[in-house]
Antibody
Framework: QVELQESGPGLVKPSETLSLTCRVS?????????WGWIRQPPGKGLQWIGT???????YYNPSLKRRVTLSVDASTNHFSLSLRSVSAADTATYYC?????????????????WGQGVLVTVSS | QSALTQPASVSGSPGEPIIISCTGT?????????VSWYQQHPGQAPKLIIY???KRPSGVSDRFSGSSSDDSASLTISGLQAEDEGQYYC????????????FGGGTKLTVL
């Protein structure tokens, strides 16, 4: 059974860096799957933040690209999110997810496993 | 990147079918063949209910079905039940060679 679990502080001050880690159990990160982060501001919809593969190749939402870094540690089966210079607009529930599968000719986007989510509030 | 549009809300009575549409501005016809659908209840993480436009993950009720065309996708829920009430999101590849996704704005389903 694949399980994802986010960890990190629930409160971050404006202008500081939000850092979250996702522990994956039941499946190796070093596989043909892509892993990533999705966020959801209170009462609003879902936003893709970024995707990382087991080789540390990263792909970011253009609207967040200047402030985001994703990384993966295949040896411990974790991947991480760093979001710099946060503001109140970054207050959201952050989910780590298994984003999709690399196929021979394309890739299949299907977010089949989600962490429970962690609410991060940006406030002084 | 494509943008996906959903109706803000739909409603139906128990036992009735409902359809939620997902349309977009993408010029890539594969966008809608790769649409996935998610159900979200308050306080919970979204749950995958349809992927690749029409495929159901193991364990998902066969009351949920999906379809797609060149310029849209749709989710059909047959035989509405009270437990189906919640938020539904369509999603597809962001395109442009990036392994990212884009979501529709979400549809609130109310079971009357």
């Amino acid at each position: 059974q694949v399980e994802l679990q986010e960890s990190g502080p629930g409160l971050v001050k404006p202008s500081e860096t939000l850092s979250l880690t996702c522990r994956v159990s039941g499946y190796p990160i070093s596989s043909s799957y892509y892993w990533g982060w999705i966020r959801q501001p209170p009462g609003k919809g879902l936003q893709w933040i970024g995707t990382v593969d087991h080789s540390d190749n990263t792909y970011y939402n253009p609207s967040l690209k200047r402030r985001v870094t994703l990384s993966v540690d295949a040896s411990t089966n974790h991947f991480s999110l760093s979001l710099r210079s946060v503001s109140a607009a970054d207050t959201a529930t952050y989910y780590c997810v298994r984003v999709g599968l690399q196929r021979f000719f394309d890739w299949l986007p299907a977010l089949d496993y989600w962490g429970q989510g962690v609410l991060v509030t940006v406030s002084s | 990147q494509s943008a996906l549009t959903q109706p803000a809300s739909v409603s139906g009575s128990p036992g009735e079918p409902i359809i939620i549409s997902c349309t977009g501005t993408s010029s890539d016809v594969s966008t809608f063949n790769l649409v996935s659908w998610y159900q979200q209840h308050p306080g919970q993480a979204p749950k995958l209910i349809i992927y690749e436009a029409s495929k159901r993950p193991s364990g998902v009720s066969d009351r949920f079905s999906g379809s797609s065309s060149d310029d849209s996708a749709s989710l059909t829920i047959s035989g509405l039940q009270a437990e189906d009430e919640g938020q539904y999101y369509c999603c597809s590849s962001a395109g442009g060679g990036t392994f990212g996704v884009v979501f529709g704005g979400g549809t609130k389903l109310t079971v009357l």
